[in-house]
């Protein structure tokens, strides 16, 4: 049965004793780039709800229910669960509106809206203990960082890369392993961007008392400080110069110092693993959404590869450990190599 049919059917067991012989109006919500769908639910009151459909035998909602309660015990908004039926990978979400932090950051608002976001990710990273979520460890993070050489590099390029080069990356990887590993250890949203934050305060963007709703966390993890931070401000979908990037970070900075977070005390060694966490980020978004086009189909992804690309540039020219990787990306797009002396 085709699960358009499904999902009909277990919402009219929810809502037809409620609204007898009245419509309820079902509209896709968001694109996703799982197998995850979302549509919004209008009822004949004119309330919504959000309904995700998570194909069992691709996703599974237990995690994003733990989560989901994780986040809430945080203080954190994040959306609430009216119903639910695991067996068929059906939720019943509230509805955190249709504004994205992406849809209205700009110059005037950024300031507020990041505001926020940094406070609810103190929050987040407060209630932080181990062994509640999966580990970002070793493993996870180094099958990351393959989407690279198999997805990027292979398949999106076409290149096979000779012994040379691949000795340059296992290298480099393995010093950026090293750095993320050693960091202090949290829980990780893992898409902690501008498309994951929702604009939720009933006065619109002026004021920001219940911002920001946060979604897609159903892949969290307990891991590197600094990396929710990356995702934030080294955002494949908005870009900032890098003085507006160092103010935005600086004030993360200041608040989670303030709040007992583990951060360096020294802002220039917080901002070399933040930077090093954004390359490993990096590494790995260019891998998802070469794989994304080449295997889903979902080219959409692809015109913001060039965003990602130069952050993880600029990191690697910046650290002389890096450099290699520098000088292997511009093989890998024909680009000269410049000879130069490193110290």
């Given at each position: 049965?085709?699960?358009?049919?499904?999902?009909?059917?277990?919402?009219?067991?929810h809502f037809?004793?409620?609204y007898?012989?009245?419509?309820?109006?079902?509209?896709?919500?968001?694109t996703?780039?799982?197998?995850?769908?979302?549509f919004?639910?209008?009822?004949?009151?004119?309330?919504?709800r959000?309904?995700?459909?998570a194909?069992?035998?691709?996703?599974?909602?237990?995690p994003?229910?733990?989560?989901?309660?994780?986040?809430r015990?945080?203080?954190?908004h994040?959306?609430?669960?009216?119903?639910?039926?695991?067996?068929?990978?059906?939720?019943?979400?509230?509805?955190?509106?249709h504004?994205?932090?992406?849809?209205v950051?700009?110059?005037s608002?950024?300031?507020?809206l990041?505001?926020?976001?940094?406070?609810?990710?103190v929050?987040?990273?407060?209630?932080?203990?181990?062994?509640?979520?999966?580990?970002y460890?070793?493993a996870?993070?180094?099958?990351?960082?393959?989407l690279?050489?198999?997805?990027y590099?292979a398949?999106?390029l076409?290149?096979?890369?000779?012994?040379?080069?691949?000795?340059?990356?296992?290298?480099?990887?393995a010093?950026?392993?090293?750095?993320?590993?050693?960091?202090p250890?949290?829980?990780?949203?893992?898409?902690?961007?501008?498309?994951?934050l929702m604009?939720?305060?009933?006065?619109?963007?002026?004021?920001?008392?219940?911002?920001?709703g946060?979604?897609d966390?159903?892949?969290?993890?307990?891991?590197?400080?600094t990396?929710?931070?990356?995702?934030?401000?080294?955002?494949?979908?908005?870009?900032?110069?890098?003085?507006?990037e160092?103010?935005?970070?600086?004030?993360?900075?200041?608040m989670?110092?303030?709040?007992?977070?583990?951060?360096?005390?020294d802002?220039?060694?917080?901002?070399r693993?933040y930077?090093?966490?954004?390359?490993q980020?990096?590494?790995?978004v260019l891998?998802?959404?070469?794989?994304?086009?080449?295997?889903?189909?979902?080219d959409?992804?692809?015109?913001d590869?060039?965003?990602?690309?130069?952050?993880?540039?600029?990191?690697?020219?910046?650290?002389?450990?890096?450099?290699p990787?520098?000088?292997?990306?511009?093989?890998?797009?024909q680009?000269?190599?410049?000879?130069?002396?490193?110290?």
């Open positions: 049965m085709p699960r358009t049919v499904l999902l009909r059917d277990w919402l009219d067991r037809l004793p409620q007898p012989d009245q419509e309820l109006s079902l509209a896709p919500a968001s996703d780039a799982s197998f995850r769908r979302y919004r639910l209008t009822l004949p009151d004119n309330s919504t959000i309904v995700m459909d194909p069992p035998e691709h996703e599974d909602c237990r994003f229910l733990k989560v989901a309660m994780l986040l015990d945080a203080g954190v994040v959306p609430d669960v009216y119903a639910q039926d695991l067996a068929q990978g059906f939720l019943l979400l509230s509805d955190l509106g504004t994205t932090y992406l849809d950051l700009n110059a608002t950024a300031p507020a990041y505001r926020d976001a940094n406070a609810a990710l929050g987040i990273q407060l209630a932080s203990r181990p062994g509640v979520l999966p580990a460890d070793h996870l993070l180094s099958r990351e960082l393959d690279f050489p198999d997805w590099v398949r999106h076409g290149i096979t890369l000779d012994s040379g080069q691949q000795a340059t990356l296992r290298s480099v990887f010093k950026i392993l090293a750095n993320n590993l050693a960091q250890q949290v829980f990780v949203h893992r898409d902690y961007h501008s498309r994951n604009v939720c305060a009933e006065g619109g963007v002026s004021s920001f008392p219940t911002n920001p946060i979604i966390f159903q892949d969290a993890v307990y891991g590197p400080i990396y929710d931070l990356a995702s934030l401000y080294r955002d494949a979908y908005i870009h900032w110069e890098e003085a507006q160092l103010d935005f970070v600086i004030r993360y900075w200041e989670a110092r303030q709040a007992g977070l583990p951060v360096h005390a802002f220039h060694d917080f901002y693993d930077e090093w966490m954004g390359a980020r990096q590494i790995k891998g998802i959404f070469a794989r994304l086009s080449q295997r889903d189909g979902k959409g992804y692809l015109k590869m060039p965003t990602v690309m130069a952050y993880l540039r600029q990191t690697c020219e910046r650290y002389l450990e890096l450099r990787l520098a000088r292997l990306l511009d093989q890998l797009k680009r000269p190599v410049d000879a130069a002396y490193t110290f």
